[in-house]
């Protein structure tokens, strides 16, 4: 359990000046396990947003053409973001396997995205959204072979559960 002394410095900056809810160690600790959850719920709401809100807005233009859209969108966010968290001066501490990696994630997302897109244009978004979340059972077998991470009974059967689900959805 950390005591204060182990508490990150912008935590306990954060007591000092009040801003944390509790500037107790040990429900810290809890608020920063617990909040890896209010995180993925948030996305989830958010990606089934991005669904419906994207369906609509390729009906009558191209998908390529929407997908640049949406990531000039996202890149107006995503750096006012930065900047109002005064993280751009980071940019400088990046090592070159960190670059390379976030780069190859761009390039992964970028044609995620164009291909969502398309399938969002041409399908039904209730047939599209199953299909497209079959990603997290790729990344549960890539993050056990590329990552190290365990591939237990319990991940095979939730994986199993999900790729029948989704075939369920869609046939």
């Given amino acids: 359990m950390p005591t204060e002394a182990t508490l990150p410095e912008q935590t ?3 007591c000092l ?14 608020n920063s396990s617990l909040s890896w959850w209010v995180y993925a719920l948030l996305s989830a709401v958010f990606a089934a ?16 053409l929407a997908t640049a859209i949406r990531t000039v969108v996202i890149l107006l ?3 006012s973001i930065v900047l109002a968290q005064g993280q751009f001066n980071h940019l400088s501490n ?22 969502y897109f398309k399938a969002l244009q041409v399908g039904k978004a209730s047939f599209v959204a199953p299909i497209d979340k079959l990603s997290l ?8 072979v590329f990552l190290n991470e365990p591939f237990t009974l319990r991940s ?3 994986t ?12």
Avoid at 137 to 144: D, E, I, N, P, Q
Avoid at 164 to 171: A, E, K, M, Q, S
């Fill in 77 to 79: 966010v995503a750096w």
């Fill in 137 to 144: 059972v790729l990344v549960m077998l890539f993050s056990a």
């Fill in 12 to 14: 306990q900056r954060s």
């Fill in 156 to 158: 095979f059967l939730g």
């Fill in 94 to 115: 990046i090592s070159m396997k960190t670059l390379l990696f976030l780069v190859l994630s761009g390039v992964a997302t970028g044609l995620s995205w164009i291909f």
């Fill in 49 to 64: 947003l991005t669904t419906i809100f994207a369906k609509i807005g390729v009906e009558s233009i191209n998908s390529n």
């Fill in 160 to 171: 199993l559960l999900i790729t029948i689900g989704t075939l369920i959805f869609v046939l």
């Fill in 17 to 30: 000046l009040g801003y944390q809810q509790s500037c107790n160690p040990a429900v810290t600790a809890m």
